[in-house]
DNA sequence: CTTGTTTGCACAATCGATGGTGCAAAGACT
DNA sequence: AGTCTTTGCACCATCGATTGTGCAAACAAG
């Protein structure tokens, strides 16, 4: 082994290898030597070392002296769920594309926390940082704000940049509609046997609130206030509303929109302690899309938001000059019972 | 607004408020000023300018200084799994609990992608690496070797370093006599009728190959070839796979052992063209866990693998000096069919 | 052969933090 | 008062790349 090994290479070492100068050596490696009229044999020779030197620039130092560091920030609630784990493999591949480095990280839906991680990123000098799901997007696009860090809101909206959400409002209709009509004309859902669970005072959990209750209103003439029961996102609690009913009840509703997949895992939970019967009559409508859910033994109706084309919509949107804090909706799609959808995954290579 | 608005403060804008030197300012604020006997006086006017100008330092000098960044790195095959997005999550605490900053990227199963992924973060300069389900540990091993970057090897084993890996032979034990012992002694399973689908030549795959066929023979008495399908990973491989068998034999096998939950996605595939009856009579055993999956008309086992215990035992072998490259197996879980488990999102705070 | 222009590159400052070294002032001791 | 310690901090080189500027050599024009 050359005395390659254990240290990087620097462009002071090709400096000296190549007789050049380390500002000659860095102007060919990063592109600018035409402009800087090096000639072209000796960009070759420099290009040469390089390679067999297995030189790659340390980011740190350029990113010090030219305060772009070639990372791109996405701030999520969660990894583990499938619409934010979607979220990350569409972003990364977005900015691979742009020859730059992904750096996803997770708040946990805590405003406090998404300040610091914010600031952490800051700290590191990325170039760019996409909000995702914050449940204060306004305290972030403060501490950007302040040290001139283009950003933008995806999924739950801000007020003070662009956002890219998902229509809610349009996708709570479309959900809440598909729901009713599921059920045959000789047996037709009452108003109060369409419950919404989960969700919680978020922008996103409102505007499909307002959707649920106005297609609820049109279509069954009626929609009293206890249907709706907010229980936040974490599963355990919407399991808790689940039991109450059936404390109450004796049986769940017959129709059910739960605001996320989150939240369907609390019916999965309360499923778990009760036997099949209690769902034969059961119609699920989900604000999120999953596969294996779709093929559960009741009929589950999904929306998958359409995760491709917001981050596509919020790199639009962030390469402009001086965007507007507008809110671009982008719709969801409605997905019917028993349907595999394919997703990012399928556009990997697997020889098998 | 004061005129800390649009640039960070650095060590220098303090030194020159504080009256003190651009060092000492460093020293107060990374913590080493006890060792270079700075008065407390100093250091609390220093602390508090700091403060009130919300000082954070910028982590690529310091970065470029130290040779360390204060980032390590977790590489992924894929984000948008159920399995490899609480390995993000679960990694992420362990390295914010750390102090750090964790960097979490994907490089879609391609050795090559993978290698130069690695360098990438190496150009960060990234401080410790932990390589999860690569396809080639090795060869990221060697880039990371040669500049003396500490890693460590998750889910798929390297020979160069230390792997912390599922017991798959274990798992595929449990899971395959699960299956077996699933149906009733008086309609037993023949070896003809279970099956193996999904997963290629790596490693996991053929340990849960390697316990599914000694579990068959044993429990079974034998074990025909034809039994094992490795389809690859990509959903639609596995649905192909189903889609074959049905022409060849009108149903599918009773029993079915899957190898991930992305393979079982293929199943889903082809029960989205195939009448329910078909799987009246299937018990599918799968290693990996979904709650969805796990109340799927059919009885499905799955295998959760210790996420947590994974990565924790990696954590404590990475800070071993010299730790040897032996593989540390991890016992994963049996879940039954309908069982809804609780996971990394219970932790988060949530009031509704 | 002189003057002007272009080519090709070297020099040196800079980004912000770190840490070794040196040195004045304050205190301790004789 | 003189010497020795200790305290408290400033100075400066350094990490590796970027970039504005300067300048000699090569060449062209007159």
């Known amino acids: 082994m050359t005395k390659t090994s254990k240290k990087k290479a620097t462009i002071y070492d ?25 000639k072209e044999s000796t960009a070759a020779l420099i290009r040469d070392l390089a390679e067999t030197h297995q030189y790659t620039a340390n980011r740190q130092a350029r990113g010090l002296r030219s305060s772009r560091s070639g990372l791109i920030g996405l701030l999520l609630p969660v990894h583990d769920n499938r619409y934010f784990s979607s979220m990350a ?29 914010a600031e952490t990123l800051i700290s590191y000098s990325i170039d760019e940082l996409f909000i995702c799901g ?16 283009k950003h933008i809101n995806i999924d ?11 229509d809610n409002y349009q996708g709570g209709r479309m959900l809440t509609e598909a729901i009713i009509r599921h059920f045959p004309a000789d047996q037709p859902l009452r108003p109060d046997e369409l419950y919404l669970f989960g969700g919680r005072d978020d922008h996103a959990s409102r505007e499909r609130i307002r959707g649920f209750r106005a ?38 509703p017959r129709g059910v929109f739960i605001n996320s997949s989150i939240n369907f895992e609390g019916l999965l939970r309360f499923m778990a ?9 059961l119609t699920v409508g989900c604000y999120d899309y999953d596969p294996f859910a779709s093929f559960l033994p009741f009929p589950v109706i999904m929306i998958r938001q359409d995760v491709e084309g917001m981050i596509t919509k919020a790199f639009e949107v962030i390469e402009e000059g001086r965007p507007q804090p507008r809110i671009h909706l982008i719709s969801p799609e409605l997905v019917q019972p028993r349907t595999a959808l394919t997703g990012p995954l399928d556009a990997l290579k697997d020889i098998g």
């Open 134 to 149: 914050a449940t204060d997007p306004d305290g972030v696009h403060e501490v950007c704000e302040t040290v001139g860090l």
């Open 89 to 117: 493999q569409t972003f990364e591949a977005h900015v691979r594309s742009k020859g730059q480095c992904p750096i996803v990280v997770s708040a946990s839906r805590d405003p406090e926390e998404e300040r610091k991680t």
């Open 273 to 281: 302690g009760h036997p099949h019967e209690n769902f034969a009559d």
């Open 14 to 38: 090709l400096s000296v290898l190549s007789g050049s100068s380390p500002s000659t050596v860095s102007a060919v490696l990063n592109g600018t030597w035409q402009k800087r009229r090096i």
């Open 156 to 166: 739950l909206p801000g007020t003070k940049v662009p956002s890219v959400i998902s």
């Open 215 to 252: 297609v609820k209103r049109e279509l069954l003439g009626e929609d009293p206030d206890g249907c709706i029961q907010p229980t936040g996102y974490a599963p355990n609690n919407a399991r808790l509303a689940f039991e109450a009913f059936y404390e109450k009840h004796g049986k769940l």
